[in-house]
Every structure is written in structure tokens, then in C-alpha cells.
């Protein structure tokens, strides 16, 4: 059963977590293999990160690391700093998010909504930049640094409530396939999954990273999360935005679901495990929707084949 809700939390706040885990029988390759989507875009900021945000925030209040009033500083690409400034805005702390130049030009557009300040850096060792900028900014000003990449609460928490809904709706799940990101979501959903059933196959997914991310192709050349096992997990897949794009294209137009980039990250790569299987399972995180990328219409960079595209953060 997933936790219960705490009774003193904002209203909003209390919409966070319970998204549907929904099949997608179009895209499936064979008869035997069922894939289904948990619809992580259906929290209330949009993502995956509303989870990870809440947890990080509480836990800070909870342990007294965190005073009343004092000021977030978070490294991001966009999701978490946008599930931050829900919470933020809720709880009334300022906030402060350090994101790569190189994200998708509709992220800033919507921190500028929230009323967010942003602080650019250019982009080193994929987040690494921004990790470290976030670290020190939190030192020179007597912030608090969420720490997303480094806190195990981000583990907890998915380990708690996401997979735990998981194991709850589909006890019966062979394959779990998630982006490596900070390693939370994969690695707390993974291990509660692995204690209902021992066998199930964990599946990690990377981006392709191109030449203005310091050329890096994998996590051996990059940031490697501290919170990630490597020795957890039975496959890593690197996927480029092409394909991750057009994937996410294809599951809306056979699915009718709005998925975003990473989703259909993690989408090429459950159908590429999805032929080598008979018969089984298949669960794939969909960590947010698709809303926030089509002012950017990557779709037709895509078609064109634009190498370019895995020069930006698209997650």
C-alpha cells in the first residue's frame, strides 16, 4: 500500500503521486508483450520530479535543515526546478534554479511564469556545471541546496510510493525501464519491484550527448549520479533525441497520449527489449508529458535527422 497522505499538506501538494499506469497495446511488437506507461506527466507540475521536490523539501523541514522562509537553490534541466517552484510557491520558500544554457527554450519561459529567477552556466560534464554552480551558490549565500543528485531521500521516495503503486496495479512485471537521470527514480522503484519478485530485469536509459555537451557518449566519460548501482541493473541503453523524439511522436499519434522526450527515451527502449522477449511485462516510466516541448517542434529537427538535437537538454 502507498503512504498516506500527511493531513497538515497544502491541497495541491496532496495531488501528488497516484498517476495512472496505463497499457499501450498499439505499440506493442508481439502478442505476448504488453507494455504499460506509469503517466508520471499526470502530477500536478507535470512530472516525476513533483515526488522527488515534495520528499526533498519535507525531509529538509522535517530535520531542521531547512528554516522557515530560507531560500531553495537547485541544479535542474527543467523538471525539478519546475516541480520546486510548485512546492516552493505552496510551502513559501524563494527559490533559485541553476540550469544549463543548453535547455529547451520553453523552460525558461516557464520559470519566468512562476516568477523564478534562473541562474545560466554553461554546461560541463552534463549537470556537473550546474551541480557544483547550485553547491556553491548554497555556500556563499546560506541557501539551502536541494540536492537532488545526492540525497537518498530521492531514492525513498520512489521506492515508497512509485513502485510501491507499481507492484500495487501490476504485481506481474518482468522488465522496468526508466532514464538513469539521478538514479532515484530507477533505482527506488527497481528495488521495491525486486522485493515483490527478484527476477525482474532493470533497464537503464542515457541520452546520446553531442559535441557542445563536451562530446560525452556515457556515463564512463560523464557524471556518474552517486545515488545510481550500476551493478543493479541488467541492461543501460543509450537512446539519441531523434529517436527518443520521434518515439514520442509515434506514442501520440497511435496512443493519443502527449508524452514527453524522455518518455519516448525509455519508450525506444522498451520496444527494443520488448523483440528480444516471447512473452512478459513491460512497465516504462514516462516521467512527464509533452506539453512544454512543442513550442520548440523538435519533431521536424527530427524527420530532417539534425544531429543538433543532442546538443540540447531535452532531459
Not at 519546475?82 to 534554479?97: D, E, F, S
Amino acid at each position: 500500500m502507498t503512504p498516506e497522505v500527511p493531513p497538515t499538506r497544502p491541497a495541491l501538494l496532496r495531488l501528488i503521486g497516484g498517476t495512472p499506469l496505463i497499457e499501450l497495446p498499439r505499440l506493442s511488437p508481439k502478442p505476448g508483450v504488453r507494455i504499460f506507461a506509469k503517466l508520471e506527466g499526470q502530477n500536478p507540475s507535470g512530472s516525476v520530479k513533483d515526488r522527488i521536490a515534495l520528499a526533498l523539501v519535507e525531509q529538509a523541514e522535517a530535520d531542521g535543515s531547512l528554516a522557515k522562509g530560507q531560500t531553495l537553490v537547485e541544479a535542474s534541466s527543467g523538471n525539478t526546478g519546475i516541480a520546486l517552484a510548485m512546492v516552493a510557491k505552496q510551502k513559501g520558500y524563494p527559490l533559485k534554479v541553476v540550469i544549463p544554457m543548453e535547455v529547451v527554450p520553453s523552460i525558461a519561459d516557464v520559470f519566468q511564469l512562476y516568477g523564478i529567477e534562473v541562474v545560466w552556466c554553461r554546461s560541463c560534464v552534463g549537470m556537473k556545471s550546474a551541480i557544483d554552480r547550485s553547491q556553491a551558490l548554497a555556500e556563499e549565500h546560506g541557501w539551502h541546496n536541494v540536492a537532488q543528485f545526492t540525497n537518498p531521500v530521492n531514492v525513498r521516495v520512489h521506492h515508497d510510493t512509485t513502485g510501491a503503486e507499481i507492484v500495487e496495479e501490476l504485481p506481474e512485471v518482468d522488465v522496468f525501464v526508466a532514464g538513469i537521470g539521478t538514479g532515484g527514480t530507477l533505482m527506488g522503484v527497481g528495488t521495491r519491484l525486486r522485493e515483490h519478485n527478484p527476477r525482474v530485469q532493470l533497464v537503464g536509459v542515457e541520452p546520446k550527448l553531442g559535441d557542445h555537451l563536451q562530446g560525452l557518449r556515457s556515463l564512463e566519460e560523464g557524471y556518474r549520479p552517486p545515488l545510481l548501482d550500476l551493478d543493479l541493473l541488467n541492461g543501460r541503453m543509450l537512446v539519441d533525441s531523434a529517436t527518443a523524439i520521434a518515439a514520442a511522436e509515434r506514442v501520440v499519434r497511435e496512443e493519443g497520449i502527449n508524452a514527453g522526450v524522455s518518455a519516448g527515451a525509455t519508450l525506444a527502449a522498451a520496444l527494443r527489449r520488448a523483440e528480444r522477449m516471447d512473452r512478459g511485462n513491460i512497465v516504462v516510466m514516462f516521467s512527464d508529458g509533452g506539453w512544454k516541448y512543442i513550442p520548440a517542434r523538435p519533431w521536424d529537427d527530427a524527420r530532417r535527422g539534425n544531429e543538433d538535437l543532442d546538443n540540447i537538454h531535452w532531459w
